[in-house]
């Protein structure tokens, strides 16, 4: 199962609680790399959670683990193409999964995600932990 991959925040949380198939997905993988803007959606959490102090040390110490890739004026050219696909086809997505799903695309990675909406762009490598 090598491969290099973008994590969404749901797959992320799932390895927070253990889950074993995320966990043994993450171990043969070559590459997993979390997104600046998945590391918001978790941090907001975090804010909202009852173990605030807890919960933002774990993800510090993930950031500094983590591989990163730039969201930048590429990422951002394919948001664009992304956002106004999906708006011609009528299937509006989160704004945060359009950005994800265009660093996905731009470098190359298969998102993995256990949201099915994802589907609904084009050239998005997918896999469900």
């Known amino acids: 199962m090598a491969g290099k991959y973008l994590l969404d925040t749901n797959i992320v949380i799932a390895s927070f609680a253990a889950d074993p198939g ?3 997905h993450l171990r043969t993988a070559d590459t997993a790399i979390i997104p600046s803007i998945v590391f918001g959606e978790l941090y907001y959490g975090a804010q909202r959670s009852s173990r605030v102090q807890s919960n933002l ?3 510090d ?4 683990q983590s ?8 990422t951002a050219q394919r948001y664009g193409i992304i956002k106004q696909s999906l708006r011609t086809r009528g299937r509006p997505l989160p704004e945060n999964d359009i950005w994800v799903a265009a660093i996905a695309i731009q470098h190359s990675l ?8 994802f589907s609904e762009i084009e050239g998005l490598r ?3 932990w």
């Open 67 to 74: 591989p990163q890739v730039p969201c930048d004026l590429g």
């Open 22 to 24: 995320v966990l043994e």
């Open 57 to 59: 040390g774990r993800l």
């Open 110 to 117: 298969t998102l993995v995600t256990r949201d099915q909406h």
């Open 126 to 128: 997918l896999e469900r």
């Open 61 to 64: 110490e993930l950031a500094t």
